[in-house]
């Protein structure tokens, strides 16, 4: 019994080829997120996302990008960001020196809030920065003994 041929011939490359090509262009027909080839296109986020300010309904967002880009905020009451509320974007340039500050509102009802911080490229939407999740506190809405140890 011969032992089997493991090689593989330029027609079965071929097909394979064929087939990979076919599956990643129904991939990207399907609405699968595109793959940004070029980094410099990207902007990043440059020493993570702060909150501040906080009230029983509202907190002071912020992260600095490293080139002009719109920041996207989403807010959620859990870190698995079910159900999260996209904020309205804003614009970061260098007259502000590439800092998004965002009133995050509508709180009320919140204990913990869950934010994720992004940066799309002015002009292009597309070349997004990863993602950058941070989480706050709100403080209670009821009065309650405090007590400092």
Known sequence: MAPPNDSLTRRDFLATSVRVGAGLAGMTLL????????????????????????????????????????????????????????????????????????????????????YRVRFAALGDERALSEPVVGRLRLPPSTSRDLRFV
Do not use: C, Y
């Not at 990207?42 to 719109?70: C, E, F, H, I």
């Not at 996207?72 to 800092?99: H, K, M, T, W, Y």
């Open 31 to 114: 609405g699968a997120p595109a793959i940004v080839l070029a980094e410099g296109r990207r902007p990043t986020l440059q020493g993570g996302v702060m909150s501040g300010d906080v009230l029983a309904d509202r907190a002071m967002l912020w992260g600095q990008a490293s080139k002009p880009s719109r920041m996207l905020v989403d807010i959620a009451d859990n870190p698995e960001f079910r159900g999260a509320r996209q904020l309205a974007p804003v614009d970061v340039l260098p007259g502000s020196d590439l800092i998004g500050k965002l009133d995050a509102t509508g709180l009320r009802g919140m204990q913990d809030v869950h």
